[in-house]
């Protein structure tokens, strides 16, 4: 069993729906939570991050973390073009952690 | 700013050939990272360095060696290219643990072995 699942689409919404984004862990020791976005043939950029459960709004990105079912979810209200890209997980222990364990990435698509 | 700079951006190889992938950051971070990424893999760390002077092995480091040349440069070296070794690889750098929880990645080398 990979330490993280994500769907990996792809997934395709008309602009200004609500996109909900979603990974499952296994590891109960994960303390911090990040979304990475990566548009086609460029690097993971850091779009949000959480430490331990809750949420986290940004602009039209919220960010959630649900510890006790092993799940965190990003949502994109009023969904635009220019958020296709590929959105990867990510996640790590508390402590001497320097890894960071990725899910495979969704594809997103926002069809005009 | 130009964060983590990674040489060269493309290339193309001959399985047994050597090659070195160069990466450098100006952020003055403490720790730098070599991944590979693959469709339907994801990114999987190669080697690591925490610090100026450490280096240590990742998920999938066969094949590959890595020298931290100082705080700012990291290098990736495949001895003998393999058609496996086919990938996407991208450096990334932070600035150590416990300090920053995120990652800055590099634009990545399209690499193909033949």
């Known amino acids: 069993q990979k330490e993280v699942e994500q769907d990996p689409g792809p997934l395709s919404v008309p602009e200004g729906a609500i996109v909900s984004l979603n990974c499952t862990y296994s590891?109960?020791?994960?303390?911090?939570f990040m979304w990475y976005r990566q548009y086609s043939r460029k690097g993971p950029e850091l779009l949000m991050y959480t430490y331990s459960s809750g949420n986290k709004e940004d602009g039209r990105f919220t960010a959630q973390v649900d510890k006790s079912s092993k799940y965190i979810s990003l949502f994109i209200r009023d969904s635009q073009p220019s958020d296709s890209a590929t959105y990867l997980c990510a996640m790590r222990g508390q402590t001497g952690a320097n890894n960071l364990f990725f899910g495979t990435g969704t594809r997103l698509t926002i069809i005009p | 700013n130009a964060g983590v700079t990674q040489t060269p951006k493309f290339q193309v190889l001959k399985t047994g050939q050597s090659m070195t992938l160069q990466c450098a950051q100006d952020m003055n971070h403490n720790s730098m990272y070599w991944y590979r990424q693959d469709p339907g893999m994801g990114l999987r760390l190669i080697y690591y360095?925490?610090?100026?002077?450490?280096?240590d092995k990742g998920e999938v480091p066969n094949g590959y060696n890595v020298s931290r040349l100082n705080k700012r440069e990291f290098s990736l070296r495949l001895e003998s290219a393999a058609p496996s070794q086919t990938s996407v690889y991208f450096c990334?750098?932070?600035?150590?643990?416990?300090?920053?929880?995120?990652?800055?990645f590099g634009s990545g080398t399209r690499l193909t072995v033949v």
């Open positions: 590891n109960s020791a994960f303390q911090y």
């Open positions: 360095s925490a610090s100026e002077g450490t280096t």
């Open positions: 990334a750098s932070s600035e150590g643990p416990g300090k920053q929880y995120g990652y800055t």
